[in-house]
Structures are given as C-alpha cells and as structure tokens.
C-alpha cells in the first residue's frame, strides 16, 4: 500500500488534541479547550476556515499574517507543484540559485531605492538574528536599541530585544547591550545613541503587539538620529509589511530609508517559511567583503527552490489580485465605522490601524455598574475583558480573532488581504451585537466574564 497523507488525516481526524496533549505542549491544549475553541477544522480556503460539520469560519488571523493572500492560493500551488516535478538542481551548496536572484529583484523593486542587496533565511526570527550580526560587524559597535512592547522573535538574540518580559523570563541571561526605550519617543532614542556604541536601532513601524502606531514624525525622526550618531535604521516589517498596512511596506507611508528591512511570514504565501534581509550595498559588502568570508553567514535551507517559487508566486498574486488597494480599502472602512460608533458604547475606546492590521481597544466605563464589573475583571487578570469579545464572536459568530498582547484591553484583527464586502459586515454585524452584550451586565456574556475570572484567580493561586 503506497504512503498517503490524506489517508493519515482521514484516519487520524479526531485525535488531534490527544496526540498533542500526549506528545507535544498539553498547556495549548488546554488553552483551546478552556476558551472553547477546540475545533477540528478539516478545510481551509482563502480568508475560511471550515470544521467537520462544514461551518464556515472567517479567519481574522492568517497565522498572524501569513496567509495574506489567503489560504492554498491556486497560484502558489500551481507554482509549488510545476517546481517539485521540474527535477530543478537544489541547494547545491557550491553553487548559486536562479530562483532566488529572481526573488531578490523581485523584492528590491519594492523598496527604497537605496536597499539594493538581499539576504534569505527561513523565518523571521532568523532575519532578526541576520540583521544584528550584520549591523554589529559593519558598524564594529555592539549595542542594540529596540522599543518597549516590541516583539521580534524567539531566538536568544531576536528575545534580547523582546519588550514583552513574558516572553523573556526564565531564559536569561539574554544578549548584552541591548537597549530597551519607549516607541514613539525621540527624546529617549537620541539619548541611547548619543553614546555612539550603538550598531543599530530596531524598530517594528507599526507595533504588532497592540498594533501601536508612530506619530507622523517619529521615523523620519528615527532615520535622522541615526543618521546622526552613525547607527543603522532597522525596520522590522516581518509583520507589517508585504501588503499588510494598504501600501507595500509599512514604512510607505512615511516615506523614510532604512539601511535594512526584515520580512518573513506573509512572502512565504503560507506554504514553505521564508524570510528576508533588504539591506545597503555597504552593508552587505561589509559582512562578505573578502572571498573567504563568503559564508561567515547563512542558513542551510535558506534559497531553496521551493521557497522562492512561494515567494515569487505570493508577490503574482499580490499584483494580480489588487490585495494592497484591497487591503487599504476595506482596513479603512472597517476603522472608520468602528469609529464611528464609539459613542454608542461606553467601552469602546477606539479603532486604529492601517489597512488590514487593525486594533479595538477597550476602557474603562463611566457607568457605576460597568465600571464595577469592569473592575473585576481587571482584578482578576488585566485584560480579561477583551476575552469576552474573542471568545462570543468565535462561538456565537465564527470569527477567529486574538487578544492583541499580555495584559491589553485591545483585539487584534489580522485577516488576509482579499477580504470582501461580505466579510467586511460579518465583522461590523458581529462586533456590534458582541459589544452591546458585554454592555448588558445582566446577561450572560457577563457570566462568562465571571467564570473567566474565576478561573484567573484560580491560576494565579
């Protein structure tokens, strides 16, 4: 009997959460199972996702951000399946690849015109990693400044400039001379670089974890000090970029150079990890300068052919499909019509993004008794309250969206980029009816409130 996947699934449909629970993290497992979104799904297509009983699912994470062109795309399949019957020469080591080269030009048409060479790794923890070895030999400084907030990866170099400290505990010691300072503050950046030790400051340009946005002038601020003190500008668009914000990269809309932009997750068109370096002709040439140094760095799978038929497939449909106007478009209505009904509910605070990488966040009511309830919850675990929303608009309306960080009253949305008219008001239908509820403290989206609670206080014991 040949070997068949499809078999395996079909065999093995229902033991998801026991091989998981038996074999790798059980903590997830029970994560899923007491919010309650312990789904089999058996189906995914574009921005759906569909369970055993073929319920529809909008999907308003993409694997945080990675199917930004939805889910098994034809396109990428199509190019997957033409590159794996082709018989194409593959990682030979001593050799350079064609697909690549063609990636790379791809990309840097894309960026500020003084990004002219690319670096390719598997993932973007690792372009992290790339870009503060890169920055640290050209520059022969050691330290790094990154934001409070910031999230950059996992590895120990990507987790020394994590400003999420649950993140870090526990892993120390981290990397020395890394620099923590406020997002969005000048004052504190040239301040740290004043110092003239600092190889570079890395910097997501929208904030993934709250989906924090830079005043107007803060990164051309940033390019200035840095140019100033001779460190390099690091824009970190493994999240934001690659069509995410409405403009190719996030930093389009402010209009500033960095000497490296970092990507991953979204070019990897969901199927094979992929990640990148953009960078200067300086800097690229600094790290590679002599022909002995031609592999001071890399990564073993990094280039393959696989990847970068993903890659160039992804950026095809991007153009193809008008997923960054698409992504502008419906990002601005949906912001904007949340906007506009804040004042309809005392716990809607606001709105805000860019494109489709969009925050909701909540406060504190006026009412005495919202605000009482309220209080509870934030006794109980601060930024409960957001899990009242997550939890009704996944049971009772089918959309999958997270808590945006540790401790935030703030939903996170970060659909793929073909949203439609039709997706665009189950999302306003559903936050609508789900925020009215939590205003009703009678009812039972408050019951959930409570024994969400209850079970807080009871991990915290």
Same mark, same amino acid.
């Given at each position: 009997?040949?070997?068949?996947?499809?078999?395996?699934?079909?065999?093995?449909?229902?033991?998801?959460?026991?091989?998981?629970?038996?074999?790798?993290?059980?903590?997830?497992?029970?994560?899923?199972?007491?919010?309650?979104?312990?789904?089999?799904?058996?189906?995914?297509?574009?921005?759906?996702?569909?369970?055993?009983?073929?319920?529809?699912?909008?999907?308003?994470?993409?694997?945080?951000?990675?199917?930004?062109?939805?889910?098994?795309?034809?396109?990428?399949?199509?190019?997957?399946?033409?590159?794996?019957?082709?018989?194409?020469?593959?990682?030979?080591?001593?050799?350079?690849?064609?697909?690549?080269?063609?990636?790379?030009?791809?990309?840097?048409?894309?960026?500020?015109?003084?990004?002219?060479?690319?670096?390719?790794?598997?993932?973007?923890?690792?372009?992290?990693?790339?870009?503060?070895?890169?920055?640290?030999?050209?520059?022969?400084?050691?330290?790094?400044?990154?934001?409070?907030?910031?999230?950059?990866?996992?590895?120990?170099?990507?987790?020394?400039?994590?400003?999420?400290?649950?993140?870090?505990?526990?892993?120390?010691?981290?990397?020395?001379?890394?620099?923590?300072?406020?997002?969005?503050?000048?004052?504190?950046?040239?301040?740290?670089?004043?110092?003239?030790?600092?190889?570079?400051?890395?910097?997501?340009?929208?904030?993934?974890?709250?989906?924090?946005?830079?005043?107007?002038?803060?990164?051309?601020?940033?390019?200035?000090?840095?140019?100033?003190?001779?460190?390099?500008?690091?824009?970190?668009?493994?999240?934001?970029?690659?069509?995410?914000?409405?403009?190719?990269?996030?930093?389009?809309?402010?209009?500033?150079?960095?000497?490296?932009?970092?990507?991953?997750?979204?070019?990897?068109?969901?199927?094979?990890?992929?990640?990148?370096?953009?960078?200067?002709?300086?800097?690229?040439?600094?790290?590679?300068?002599?022909?002995?140094?031609?592999?001071?760095?890399?990564?073993?799978?990094?280039?393959?052919?696989?990847?970068?038929?993903?890659?160039?497939?992804?950026?095809?449909?991007?153009?193809?499909?008008?997923?960054?106007?698409?992504?502008?478009?419906?990002?601005?209505?949906?912001? *904007?019509?949340?906007?506009? #009904?804040?004042?309809?509910?005392?716990?809607?605070? @606001? !709105?805000?993004? &860019? +494109? =489709?990488?969009?925050?909701?966040?909540?406060? *504190?009511?006026?009412?005495? #008794?919202?605000?009482?309830?309220?209080?509870?919850? @934030? !006794?109980?675990? &601060? +930024? =409960?309250?957001?899990?009242?929303?997550?939890?009704?608009?996944?049971?009772?309306?089918?959309?999958?969206?997270?808590?945006?960080?540790?401790?935030?009253?703030?939903?996170?949305?970060?659909?793929?980029?073909?949203?439609?008219?039709?997706?665009?008001?189950?999302?306003?239908?559903?936050?609508?009816?789900?925020?009215?509820?939590?205003?009703?403290?009678?009812?039972?989206?408050?019951?959930?409130?409570?024994?969400?609670?209850?079970?807080?206080?009871?991990?915290?014991?």
């Amino acid at each position: 009997m040949s070997f068949s996947i499809a078999e395996l699934f079909s065999q093995n449909f229902d033991r998801k959460f026991d091989l998981h629970e038996q074999y790798l993290n059980h903590q997830m497992v029970r994560v899923l199972r007491t919010i309650g979104f312990d789904r089999n799904y058996k189906k995914a297509i574009g921005q759906y996702l569909y369970d055993q009983d073929n319920n529809e699912y909008l999907d308003l994470l993409s694997g945080f951000g990675v199917f930004a062109i939805g889910r098994n795309h034809p396109t990428v399949i199509s190019a997957l399946q033409e590159t794996l019957t082709l018989e194409l020469p593959n990682l030979v080591q001593m050799d350079v690849s064609l697909l690549s080269g063609l990636l790379a030009k791809e990309i840097l048409a894309t960026t500020p015109e003084n990004l002219d060479k690319m670096f390719f790794c598997n993932s973007g923890t690792e372009a992290v990693e790339a870009a503060i070895k890169f920055a640290r030999y050209t520059t022969k400084r050691s330290g790094i400044v990154y934001c409070d907030h910031g999230f950059h990866g996992l590895t120990m170099g990507s987790l020394s400039m994590n400003g999420e400290e649950i993140f870090r505990e526990g892993f120390g010691p981290l990397l020395p001379d890394c620099i923590s300072i406020p997002f969005n503050d000048l004052s504190a950046l040239e301040q740290a670089l004043s110092s003239k030790q600092i190889a570079a400051f890395i910097v997501e340009p929208i904030q993934g974890k709250g989906v924090n946005l830079p005043d107007d002038d803060y990164l051309s601020g940033v390019e200035s000090l840095c140019r100033k003190y001779g460190t390099l500008f690091v824009a970190d668009e493994i999240q934001c970029g690659i069509g995410r914000t409405g403009k190719f990269w996030a930093i389009d809309h402010w209009n500033v150079k960095p000497d490296m932009i970092l990507m991953a997750k979204a070019l990897s068109g969901g199927f094979i990890p992929v990640g990148g370096v953009a960078m200067t002709t300086k800097i690229m040439e600094s790290v590679f300068n002599r022909m002995d140094r031609a592999v001071v760095h890399g990564s073993t799978f990094s280039k393959n052919n696989m990847a970068m038929a993903a890659g160039l497939a992804t950026l095809e449909v991007l153009r193809n499909e008008n997923l960054i106007e698409n992504s502008a478009k419906i990002g601005t209505d949906i912001i *904007s019509t949340l906007n506009n #009904s804040a004042n309809q509910y005392e716990f809607l605070k @606001e !709105a805000r993004g &860019k +494109g =489709l990488m969009i925050a909701i966040e909540f406060q *504190s009511p006026k009412s005495l #008794s919202l605000k009482a309830a309220w209080a509870m919850l @934030e !006794a109980a675990n &601060k +930024g =409960l309250f957001c899990q009242m929303i997550t939890i009704p608009l996944f049971k009772e309306h089918r959309i999958l969206s997270q808590v945006a960080g540790h401790g935030m009253n703030v939903v996170k949305l970060l659909p793929p980029l073909n949203l439609t008219e039709k997706d665009r008001n189950w999302i306003i239908n559903s936050l609508d009816k789900t925020i009215a509820d939590t205003h009703q403290v009678t009812g039972s989206i408050w019951t959930l409130g409570k024994n969400l609670a209850g079970h807080a206080l009871k991990n915290r014991k």
